[in-house]
């Protein structure tokens, strides 16, 4: 299983390979990570809306994953 995060990935999809990414995630303002929206909306979508930088959060979810168990 490839557990590379991409940016046109959704929460959902993220949670669902570790859900240690849940406090990166809420670190870059994704509060509601069980809304409808996480399951649907990509990353670069979520990070517009809450003003953040998807190329950083992508970055920090798959060096959490390379070191994740």
């Known amino acids: 299983m490839d557990n590379t995060v ?10 669902n390979i570790h859900r240690g990414t849940a406090r990166i995630l809420m670190e870059f303002g994704m509060h509601c990570l069980g809304c409808p929206h996480s399951q649907m909306e990509s990353l ?9 930088n998807v190329d950083e959060l ?3 979810l798959n060096e959490f994953l390379a070191t994740a168990e």
Request: hydrophobic share 40%; with cysteine; net charge negative.
């Open 6 to 15: 991409s940016k046109d990935m959704s929460i959902g999809q993220v949670l």
């Open 44 to 52: 670069a979508d979520a990070c517009a809306v809450h003003g953040s």
């Open 58 to 60: 992508v970055h920090q």
